[in-house]
């Protein structure tokens, strides 16, 4: 506490373009800082490195490789197993990870005590076909970690229980390919996708034959992601694709957006809101920066933020932005 606050940045650097990662989940000390980052390589062999930051010799921090995973394809989304599971007395003493990646198809991979990775489980819904839709993203839903929900190129969402690698439902989206599929927070049947077609829509898994199209985009440019605000989940956050611009809704009036965040001047690649803080919101562009916003929710009327409260500038383009749950003041 005494100490002058000061601004500290970490930097691990991958032999290949980095495309999506992941923060783990687990709350104890051990799992302080550990990320799982996947490569973007244009051919069949690709990677998952899992890092973690440790002191050197000299007492500094810095990025140490723990585990490489190969993984066939780019990994289009990763996350870390929900750290409910952990918590419960089964998985309690557990010192397994378990991670979750999308490509080809949903893998369920778990690292152990010695940082040896293995896959688990290769979930896979298109039995009768040797074609795979691929997989453009999913979710691990925090409170029943049993369920994970995949989007795929198909315009399908699959609904998995991943403990008995059994799926539970799949739907038809949307009219084109399902960008991206978010659960509403803390809640185990609402969820969110986004979609070639330029839609937003919510889906309810106690009655799947209706959906709500919560948003659609001008011209109905696609819409790719997916961001429930994790304070207040009225708000959510979305991006078309190519468009600079981050949209922000609430759900209870959705047609229009509450609000247009202008700041960046190439394509925005993710938005991530802050766990603990529900105006304040992290994205990341294709203009080599990462912004951080803080937005006023409750404005009646709609308005655009053009200036961020914080800016940071790379030396390339920036693919990926994500806050972190359980150090939050770290992106």
């Given amino acids: 506490p005494t100490e002058v606050a000061r601004k500290e940045i970490y930097t691990y650097e991958a032999p290949w373009t980095c495309y999506t ?3 783990n989940r687990r709350p104890e000390p051990t799992h302080r800082f550990k990320l799982a980052i996947g490569s973007f390589i244009e051919e069949y062999s690709n990677e998952i490195n899992v890092v973690q930051l440790v002191q050197d010799d000299r007492g500094n921090g810095v990025f140490k490789k723990i585990t490489k995973l190969d993984h066939p394809y780019p990994a289009t989304r990763i996350m870390w197993a929900p750290s409910k599971t952990y918590t419960s007395n089964a998985n309690s003493t557990n010192p397994k990870d378990y991670l979750a990646t999308a ?6 991979w778990s690292i152990n005590s010695d940082n040896h990775g293995e896959l688990k489980a290769l979930l896979n819904n298109n039995k ?7 997989l453009t993203s999913f979710d691990w839903n925090d409170t029943d970690p049993s369920m994970v929900g995949t989007c795929s190129i198909d315009t399908t969402v699959t609904i998995w229980d991943v403990n008995a690698m059994t799926p539970k439902t799949q739907l038809i989206a949307h009219d084109k390919e399902v960008y991206d599929i978010g659960f509403v927070p803390n809640d185990t049947n609402i969820f969110a996708t986004a979609g070639a077609d330029g839609s937003l829509r919510l889906f309810d898994l106690r009655s799947l034959e209706h959906s709500t199209i919560l948003y659609e985009s001008q011209g109905l440019s696609p819409l790719l992601k997916v961001a429930w605000n994790r304070q207040d989940p009225n708000y959510m956050a979305t991006i078309c694709a190519d468009s600079s611009k981050v949209s922000i809704l609430d759900v209870r009036s959705p047609s229009v957006a509450v609000c247009e965040l202008t700041g960046h001047h190439a394509a925005t690649n993710n938005v991530s809101w802050a766990p603990q803080s529900e105006h304040h919101i992290a ?7 990462a912004l951080i916003w803080d937005i006023n929710l409750k404005s009646n009327n709609k308005y655009n933020v053009e200036d961020p409260i914080l800016a940071y500038n790379a030396n390339h383009e920036i693919n990926n932005m994500l806050w972190c749950k359980s150090h939050e003041e770290w992106t």
């Fill in 21 to 23: 990662l992941a923060w």
């Fill in 103 to 108: 490509g080809d198809y949903l893998r369920i």
């Fill in 128 to 134: 009768h076909t040797e074609y795979c839709a691929p």
């Fill in 283 to 289: 994205t990341c562009a294709d203009d080599k920066q």
